[in-house]
């Protein structure tokens, strides 16, 4: 046979699965919802059972846009490579894979763009829609958020989850085929050979160090940190970080609370240590606007941190924002313009942390 006739006769085999598959579907739409950080052989039957329940299969990848953390250090074009590449051409034809932004602290937010991402797929929300996922995990909370969609659960495949494999696989380990699909793992083998790998490499060491530091103590520990929000005519005042974890991004000035001090204290103190902010004590004390707590479980890799957030809102000056310099922790210190923030840029959980207490 030659090289025509086999593409033609390809072409009729891809051409018929994908009639078979559109027939005697219960839904046009599934909609699996997840991070995928790696995606395994649990993800793998969930979406082998929603493409044969459903016409197409919709993949909300999230955790899109932010930095390469230990939580998530795959883009969401690797992870749909991972996704489409454990299948058929004809099945991956049927998965639509779609980033989706985190919005901690906000579900009314996080609510529109899982909406807008199903709709840049369907067209619209009035489709035969339904939600997959697993019944007894973090799936089974959003399952129950879009009362207008049906939802279908699926047991948890040999109780895998993406931790154990991603947490081993950044401290050097190989993952294996009982846990991840091969197209996976080709994936993870060429992250794997990347500086971006070793320097997440280097941080993972760093924190599970940091950890058995507290393997004697009765009880995991809980951390306490203050961090400043500070606006002044449209900026706000960030910070580079100088070391691990997050080593390069930016975040807002904070630290860990002292013995023997208030949060507010600690905040204050942190803020002048990592700027030398040129405001006088008394003035940014009484320019404090509001404060908030922040205290989603994955927000630190060092473990349990809990934050309290101080929102400072400075006085427009005709002088001009003013001056800073990084010290202490800080690599340097910074205004940026409210209009120039990257999510793509910020430490942990510092963006949505802005966001929910700016208003932006």
Same mark, same amino acid.
């Given at each position: 046979?030659?090289?025509?006739?086999?593409?033609?006769? =390809?072409?009729?085999?891809?051409?018929?699965?994908?009639?078979?598959?559109?027939?005697?579907?219960?839904?046009?739409?599934?909609?699996?919802?997840?991070?995928?950080?790696?995606?395994?052989?649990?993800?793998?039957?969930?979406?082998?059972?929603?493409?044969?329940?459903?016409?197409?299969?919709?993949?909300?990848?999230?955790?899109?846009?932010?930095?390469?953390?230990?939580?998530?250090?795959?883009?969401?074009?690797?992870?749909?490579?991972?996704?489409?590449?454990?299948?058929?051409?004809?099945?991956?034809?049927?998965?639509?894979?779609?980033?989706?932004?985190?919005?901690?602290?906000?579900?009314?937010?996080?609510?529109?763009?899982?909406?807008?991402?199903?709709?840049?797929?369907?067209?619209?929300?009035?489709?035969?829609?339904?939600?997959?996922?697993?019944?007894? =995990?973090?799936?089974?909370?959003?399952?129950?958020?879009?009362?207008?969609?049906?939802?279908?659960?699926?047991?948890?495949?040999?109780?895998?989850?993406?931790?154990?494999?991603? =947490?081993?696989?950044?401290?050097?380990?190989?993952?294996?085929?009982?846990?991840?699909?091969?197209?996976?793992?080709?994936?993870?083998?060429?992250?794997?050979?990347?500086?971006?790998?070793?320097?997440?490499?280097?941080?993972?060491?760093?924190?599970?160090?940091?950890?058995?530091?507290?393997?004697?103590?009765?009880?995991?520990?809980? +951390?306490?940190?203050?961090?400043?929000?500070?606006?002044?005519?449209?900026?706000?005042?960030?910070?580079?970080?100088?070391?691990?974890?997050?080593?390069?991004?930016?975040?807002?000035?904070?630290? +860990?609370?002292?013995?023997?001090?208030?949060?507010?204290?600690?905040?204050?103190?942190?803020?002048?240590?990592?700027?030398?902010?040129?405001?006088?004590?008394?003035?940014?004390?009484?320019?404090?606007?509001?404060?908030?707590?922040? =205290?989603?479980?994955?927000?630190?890799?060092?473990?349990?941190?809990?934050?309290?957030? +101080?929102?400072?809102?400075?006085?427009?000056?005709?002088?001009?924002?003013?001056?800073?310099?990084?010290?202490?922790?800080?690599?340097?210190?910074?205004?940026?313009?409210?209009?120039?923030?990257?999510?793509?840029?910020? +430490?942990?959980?510092?963006?949505?942390?802005?966001?929910?207490?700016?208003?932006?």
């Amino acid at each position: 046979m030659n090289e025509a006739a086999e593409q033609s006769l =390809d072409k009729q085999r891809f051409d018929k699965e994908r009639s078979d598959a559109k027939n005697n579907k219960d839904y046009r739409y599934l909609v699996f919802i997840g991070r995928f950080q790696p995606f395994h052989c649990g993800h793998k039957a969930v979406v082998d059972e929603a493409l044969k329940r459903a016409d197409n299969v919709i993949m909300l990848i999230g955790s899109a846009n932010l930095p390469r953390s230990l939580r998530n250090p795959f883009s969401v074009a690797e992870r749909a490579t991972m996704i489409k590449n454990a299948y058929s051409p004809a099945e991956a034809a049927r998965i639509h894979c779609v980033g989706l932004d985190d919005a901690l602290y906000n579900d009314t937010r996080w609510l529109q763009y899982v909406q807008a991402g199903v709709k840049s797929v369907t067209g619209d929300l009035e489709s035969d829609i339904g939600l997959i996922g697993h019944s007894k =995990d973090s799936s089974s909370y959003y399952l129950s958020l879009f009362p207008n969609w049906a939802s279908v659960s699926v047991p948890n495949y040999h109780n895998l989850s993406a931790t154990p494999i991603r =947490d081993s696989y950044l401290m050097g380990a190989t993952p294996t085929p009982e846990r991840t699909p091969e197209s996976t793992r080709n994936v993870l083998d060429d992250f794997k050979k990347t500086d971006t790998y070793q320097n997440l490499h280097e941080e993972a060491d760093f924190v599970d160090k940091y950890k058995r530091q507290w393997e004697s103590a009765p009880y995991p520990p809980t +951390f306490m940190t203050a961090d400043a929000l500070v606006v002044q005519s449209g900026h706000i005042l960030l910070v580079e970080r100088r070391s691990m974890p997050g080593r390069g991004l930016w975040a807002l000035p904070g630290g +860990f609370l002292n013995p023997k001090e208030t949060l507010f204290d600690a905040c204050i103190r942190e803020l002048r240590e990592e700027t030398r902010l040129k405001v006088p004590e008394p003035v940014l004390r009484g320019s404090c606007h509001s404060q908030h707590t922040f =205290d989603d479980p994955y927000r630190s890799a060092r473990g349990r941190t809990i934050t309290q957030a +101080f929102y400072f809102q400075l006085k427009n000056d005709p002088k001009g924002l003013p001056k800073v310099k990084g010290g202490d922790d800080a690599a340097k210190a910074f205004w940026l313009p409210l209009a120039e923030l990257d999510a793509t840029m910020m +430490f942990e959980d510092h963006y949505a942390i802005i966001i929910k207490m700016v208003g932006l």
